[in-house]
Structures are given as C-alpha cells and as structure tokens.
C-alpha cells in the first residue's frame, strides 16, 4: 500500500464530487469493510436492517464484504468513526487495513425519522451520509443522498411506523448505492398508501379571506393562447418551503362555426419555480358541453396544498378535486351537493383527523382524509 501517497492526500482534504467515479469498483473480488452508523435514537433499532442492505448491494456487486462480527469490532476499536464530522486521517486507514485485511472502508451514517400521517398511517424519511475510502484512488469521498420529504424522494408511508421506516431506510442504502456508482439488482420502491376523502362532516368554522392569485406566478404556466382558445389564470397557491406553485387556468373555446360556439374548461398546472418547468397538468373540467353534474362554473375557484408539497387540492364551481403531486394521480373528485359561484378550499386538522374544508361565505362542508381501504 503507498502509504506516503495517501497520507498526503487525505492531509489534504481531498473531496470528490459525487459525479466522480470511484475507485471502489476496481476493488471488486477484494474484501472491504462496511460499517453503518446510526444517528440518533430513531435510527438505532434499524442499524441491522441498513447493514444488510447494504452488505447484499456489494456482495451483489463482486466485492467480498468484511464479515459483521469483525466490522463491529473495527467500528469499537475506531471511536472516531461515529462521529460523520471526524476527518479519518492515513494513518488511521492504514491500520484498520492492515488489521483486517480490506482494501476499502465504507461508512454510512443513518438518519431516520417518522410521525403520523395525514390519515391512520406513518410517513417515515431517512438519509444516508456516506464516507469511502480506498486503497485505489487514495481518495476519502464524501457522497450526500437527497433527503426525503422532497419531490422524487418522498416520504415512505405504512400501517406501522415500523413498517415505513424500514422502507425509508432501504431506499435510503439504496441511493447511497447510486452515489457509489454501484449496480442495484432489485431498488426499493417507494411505499405508500392509498387516501380518499370520506363523507363529509360539519366543523363550526369559518374559511376567511380570498382565494391568491399572484401575477408573478403566471409566467410558470403554459397558457394557451390561440385564434379561438385563450386560458387566463384564476387563481394561484405556493406550498409550504415553496418547492412547488400551481396556477389554474380557466380555458375558453368560442369557435363560431360550431354548436355551441362556446366551450369552457380548466385545469391546474403544477410547476417547479426553482426550475421553471411544469412537472403536472390536472385537469378539473374537460373543454366540452357541461355534464350532468355540472350545474356550476367549471373554474378552479381555490386551490392549496395540502399539508407539505405532497398533495394538492382544487375546488371548481362542481367539484372538489385532490392530487398526489408526487405520483400524478388523481385521489378523489367529489361533486358539491349545491353548485359554488365562489369558494375557499383548506386544510385542516383537529383531534379527530385531517380534512379538506370547502366554504362558499355561507357554509362550509368538510371531507375527512382517510385511507383507502
């Protein structure tokens, strides 16, 4: 091993980024040690858990993992190890290779949280901060996985907590995997539960204020602009962080050569501001002839997200709409027992669960958010 080359590199801080790729994949059919490190009391119970993973994606990836017992005992022997702030000097890997016969070490260091969700479920996050070093590259990488609770690593979802923060902790090792440019045989996939809104309940409430429509939210939104066919925004909501905006758009259709010359619709684009980019397009009421149970406005008259980013709601002058932001899936579509010429569309919780509330300035009509059984 050239012990003088490494020292001096790692003496001077030397950090890839996570695009590099590392020299742990010309170490395949070599033993190298993994050791995961929980941080915090949630992420304790599922050390094992994480360890195995991540054990069965290198093994799966031609390396010869150190055996558990004997990293157990080099993670004891080296106390600096469990600090992911600690800087692991040559010297330091130079005696943990030397002692156990590895080539490489990884380290992972766990996160995991859970809370309850919107419904009688768990939504559980986890994050995996990974540290490689290499008799290879001669090189300590650092890779930082995307935390979850954002757009494209949403929160894992089950019945028990237990059953979402091991999800979580998968996918987790999982994308640490990613970053390690390692193969993944069989991903983990995102669990969740299915939700709907139950039958409506009577909250003494009031919904104040006016639905937002903010004009510098409407440059995010693909408007239609034709001949016949113009689509002028309603209104507008952020969620909370402001990772997403949606901008409703009311369409009008007047071609005079047709019958009935004019057709109205809407819709709800879902954008990024960060990006610029419309990431969904939710249609509320298709451009056509007013079905049955369309006695009101086709407009979105409120929409807000619900909770987080996650879920949006939408309410049209005929219907109270509610999305998955996340999947793209439509939960529910519920008609309003009287038809709306103005609304406010909240979220809300009390003791008794989570709801979605719709008000017209008189009344207002609740929809308990359940799950899907």
């Known amino acids: 091993m050239r012990a003088g080359r490494v020292l001096s590199l790692l003496l001077l801080g030397l950090f890839v980024a996570p695009s590099v790729r590392a020299g742990l994949m010309e170490l395949r059919d070599k033993q190298i040690a993994a050791v995961v490190v ?11 858990s994480a360890q195995s993973r991540l054990e069965s994606i290198l093994v799966d990836n031609g390396f010869s993992v150190l055996d558990r017992r004997k990293a157990a005992e080099l993670k004891d022997a080296n106390k600096r190890l469990e600090d992911p702030t600690a800087f692991i000097t040559a010297e330091d890997f130079i005696k943990m290779a030397e002692a156990y016969q590895i080539h490489a070490l990884v380290v992972v260091y766990l996160h995991a949280d859970t809370r309850p969700g919107l419904a009688d479920y768990f939504s559980a996050t986890a994050q995996a901060d990974v540290r490689v070093i290499d008799d290879v590259s001669a090189r300590v990488q650092a890779f930082n996985t995307q935390p979850m609770g954002t757009r494209g690593m949403a ?15 998968y996918r987790a090792v999982d994308a640490a995997a990613d970053k390690m440019k390692l193969e993944l045989s069989d991903r983990t996939r995102l669990r969740s539960v299915r939700l709907s809104l139950g039958e409506p309940v009577k909250l003494s409430i009031r919904l104040d204020g006016k639905p937002a429509n903010e004009r510098d939210l409407h440059r995010l939104a693909k408007l239609e602009k034709a001949k016949w066919r113009t689509e002028e925004v309603s209104v507008t909501a952020r969620s909370p962080g402001g990772a997403l905006v949606a901008v409703a758009g009311y369409i009008r259709d007047t071609d005079h050569h047709r019958r009935p010359p004019r057709l109205y619709g809407s819709r709800v684009h879902v954008a990024e501001p960060a990006s610029g980019k419309t990431i969904h397009l939710f249609e509320c009421s298709p451009v056509e002839k007013k079905g049955r149970d369309e006695r009101g406005t086709k407009e979105v008259l409120d929409t807000t997200f619900v909770s987080n980013w996650r879920y949006l709601a939408a309410v049209t002058g005929n219907h109270l709409l509610f999305w998955d932001t996340e999947t793209g899936h439509q939960i529910s579509r519920r008609a309003h027992p009287k038809a709306l010429k103005k609304a406010r569309v909240q979220f809300m919780r009390d003791d008794r669960g989570a709801y979605l509330a719709v008000g017209d300035g008189k009344r207002v009509t609740a929809y308990p958010i359940v799950r899907d059984r």
Request: glycine share 8%; hydrophobic share 40%; charged share 5%.
């Open 155 to 169: 929160p894992s979802q089950g019945l028990t907590a237990n059953s979402a923060l091991l999800n979580a902790v």
């Open 38 to 48: 929980p941080q915090g009391a949630t992420a304790t119970p599922l050390q094992r």
